[in-house]
């Protein structure tokens, strides 16, 4: 193959053993000995993603939803109303997200139904957090664009 055509020709091999540190192996025999791959993902990960274990290990809550014509009303079970007063809540169009205060996320929840986020009424009652969100409507709005003409 010409050396000008070949993308190759001009790679650094040396910097990218020394970038994998030895983990490639050397060998014609890689497909029977893949746990090198598994192993770098897991570093990968545990270098890079935000600590899973804790995260695996976060309280879950049970919840319930309502629909009305106009409305969801979402709760939220927490019957520690101490540990209620420690969360926050944030809505968008379809979904909600609990978060504590220290603004660890706690959970997230898909919403059946596209609600207006800036509706939502919040209230801690009968051990539950319950979110009142209107509707939005089935149809998406359209917006005429005007055209300019210059």
């Keep these: 193959m010409d050396p000008r055509n070949n993308p190759f ?13 030895g983990i490639l192996p050397q060998n014609s025999d890689i497909s029977k000995k893949t746990n090198w791959i598994e192993d770098y993902v897991r ?19 049970d919840t319930e939803i309502m629909e009305t014509v ?3 009303l979402f709760k939220i ?18 979904q909600i997200k609990l978060e504590s ?21 919040a209230v801690y009652k009968e051990g539950a957090l319950q979110l ?3 509707k939005l409507g089935k149809e998406e709005p359209f917006y005429q664009a ?3 003409f210059p």
């Design 77 to 94: 079970k927490i019957p520690d109303r101490a540990e209620a007063q420690k969360l926050k809540v944030f809505t968008a169009n379809h």
């Design 132 to 134: 009142l969100l209107r």
């Design 43 to 61: 570093q990968v990960l545990k270098d890079n993603v935000p600590d899973m274990q804790s995260a695996s290990n976060a309280k879950r809550y």
């Design 101 to 121: 205060k220290d603004n660890r996320e706690i959970q997230w929840f898909r919403l059946p139904h596209p609600v207006d986020p800036a509706s939502c009424k």
């Design 9 to 21: 020709s001009q790679f650094d091999w040396n910097e990218f053993e020394k970038y994998f540190q």
């Design 146 to 148: 005007t055209i300019e």
């Design 70 to 72: 106009e409305h969801l």
